[in-house]
């Protein structure tokens, strides 16, 4: 950073995050000969979700095969779904192979930005109270980085160990001990038939139930992993396979017509007779089988979280929660459920985008204040009134199926371009037109209505204002399509002063 706040001559770009969104963004600047950039990530490591989400069973729903980087994607995954000290590991060796480590600072929480509209930077303050100056922003914080819990009253009360899915405390011995378990996602999906294994009982609460598909998941052979490593474009055609497969059925929840019909078809037929085949009773069927469409929330894979529902060891309450006392979970109809312990799965604060940090754009306006409806950008990158500023897994570029990585790579590529605009073409800045902003997410609301995440489920996709400000309404080919190349007509570009690029060609 300028050290002087020389800001005219500030050509670095400062990246906000060091998960697999930061990483994409540092491999794809490097890629385009940018070398002047930091990434300030407020933990010791990098990894992001995977590095926080430590629970017993985490693993990644998309076949690693895809959710890898396309830059590195050759990689000696041990199952078909790697599981999360697999992907921790596998972005380490990528930070490292990429040469990227050196341009992380770590341990920096950065608390807000505020825009310098006569300079053309953005001036970052952190938690610490340190000050840097970067001519160019990028948010890559993720969309589930911050564990949401439920506002249930006497939650302070309670006596035993509570803690979040995402914050798991692995000192705690749940041997012989009861344990309430509040949420039923996709993070429960995963721990909660491994905790079975260790704890004398669950009990697990229940606000809506998910679909639940089978997980094609299966360790890799050693022939298979001697193929691979022999024959390394046998990862390649596996990769197109998945992604084409996961495209069609995506068609489930943001399209219509025969494909679409087909591939919900095929998601619906996987969910019911997986349903049927696991669980005997029926009465517990019943409470299992969602009253709205596959795919209107996340889509649950496993195949042992059905048996763990049907155990004699957990008792599943269907039942709202009236409240926590200090030995246990009170229900509306007033039963008392005595519980040693209890374990938030009940996911992430998904639709506060950014948050908490506080960014202000041209003429002090709050990102925040502009949000307040709920959050929206163009292609999920830009918001008209931030220039220079770019982000990474913004607002609707989720999936409900697909690899997250191949959108943040979308993005990273993208950003990547626009850096060098500002760069090659001497900009001291630039933002999207409002308009073009206007008319894409015209677009997203329109084609929201056509989706299965509006089908009146109760979601994290849905924002504070009931639309789906998280998810990309349309195919992961389209998304990376449309952010191929960006055109320079979407945006406003201010030169840098005369004085500045004489300085500079001097
Ligand atoms: C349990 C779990 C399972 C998932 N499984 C899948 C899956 O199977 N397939 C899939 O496609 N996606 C999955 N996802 C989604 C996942 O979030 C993305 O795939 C991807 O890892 C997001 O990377 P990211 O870098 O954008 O965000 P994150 O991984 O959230 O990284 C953000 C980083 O920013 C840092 N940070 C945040 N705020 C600040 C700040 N103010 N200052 C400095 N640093 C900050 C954080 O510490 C973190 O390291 C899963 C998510 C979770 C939580």
Redesign the pocket.
């Known amino acids: 950073m300028a050290p002087d706040g020389s800001a005219k001559q500030n050509r670095t770009i400062a990246i ?9 963004m540092a491999y794809y600047l490097k890629r385009a000969g940018i070398e002047s950039f930091t990434i ?4 010791a ?9 430590t ?1 017993p069973g ?5 076949p690693s095969h895809l ?1 890898s980087f396309s830059f590195e994607p050759h990689y000696p995954w041990s199952c078909r ?1 790697g599981k ?1 000290s697999e ?1 921790l590991d596998y972005a380490r060796l990528v930070a490292q192979k990429h040469d990227l480590l050196r341009h992380f600072s770590f341990g ?4 807000g930005a505020q825009y310098d509209a006569e300079q053309g930077v953005w001036r970052v303050q ?2 610490d109270g340190s000050v840097v100056e970067a001519a160019v922003l990028v ?8 564990p949401a819990f439920p506002d249930i009253p006497g939650m302070q009360r309670f006596a035993g160990r509570a803690f979040h ?2 914050r798991w405390d692995h000192g705690y011995d749940f041997g012989g001990k009861t344990v309430a378990v509040i949420g039923s996602g ?2 429960a999906v ?1 721990f909660v038939p491994e905790l079975l294994k260790q704890a004398q009982r669950i009990v697990l609460f229940q606000r809506s139930p998910g679909w639940c598909i089978p997980k094609f998941d299966r360790k890799f052979s050693a022939f298979e992993r001697m193929l691979l490593r022999r024959f390394p474009v046998l990862y390649d055609l596996d990769r197109r396979r998945i992604f084409w497969l996961i495209e069609f059925l995506a068609s489930s929840m943001i399209a219509r017509g025969l494909l679409s019909r087909l591939a919900d078809g095929v998601m619906q037929s996987l969910a019911r007779v997986l349903m049927r085949v696991q669980v005997r009773d029926a009465a517990l069927r019943r409470k299992l089988t969602p009253d709205f469409p596959v795919g209107c929330k996340r889509t649950l894979l496993s195949n042992d979280w059905l048996p763990a529902l049907a155990s004699p060891k957990l008792t599943l309450v269907t039942e709202a929660i009236a409240e926590i006392t200090s030995d246990g979970v009170q229900t509306r109809d007033g039963t008392r459920y005595a519980v040693d312990a209890i374990v938030y799965g009940t ?2 604060a998904a639709a506060q985008f ?1 948050a ?2 506080e960014l202000k754009g041209l003429n002090g306006q709050s990102l925040r204040e502009r949000w307040r409806d709920g959050a929206e950008a163009y292609l999920g990158v830009s918001v008209a009134g931030f220039p220079n500023f770019f982000m ?2 913004g607002p609707n570029t ?2 409900g199926a ?7 790579e979308a993005q990273a590529r993208y950003i990547a371009q626009c850096v060098q605009l500002l760069q090659q073409q001497d900009l001291r800045s630039m933002q999207v037109h409002e308009a073009v902003q206007r008319d894409f997410n015209r677009e997203v609301q329109q084609r929201n209505r056509g989706t299965t995440y509006e089908s009146g489920c109760h979601s994290w996709y849905i924002g504070l204002d009931g639309r789906n400000t998280n998810n990309w309404v349309g195919y992961m080919s389209e998304y990376g399509r449309r952010l191929r190349v960006p055109n320079p007509d979407d945006y406003q570009l201010i030169p840098l002063p005369l004085e500045v690029r004489a300085a500079r060609t001097a």
């Open positions: 906000i995050g060091g998960g697999l969104g930061g990483l994409s300030f990530e407020k933990a490591d990098l990894g992001g979700v995977w590095r926080e989400n629970y985490a693993a990644c729903d998309i959710y779904y999360q992907i920096k929480e950065v608390a952190f938690g948010s890559a914080v993720g969309q589930l980085h911050r899915s995402a996709a993070s995963q996911g992430f950014l908490p940090m990474l897994y989720n999936l697909g690899s997250i990585i191949y959108m943040l």
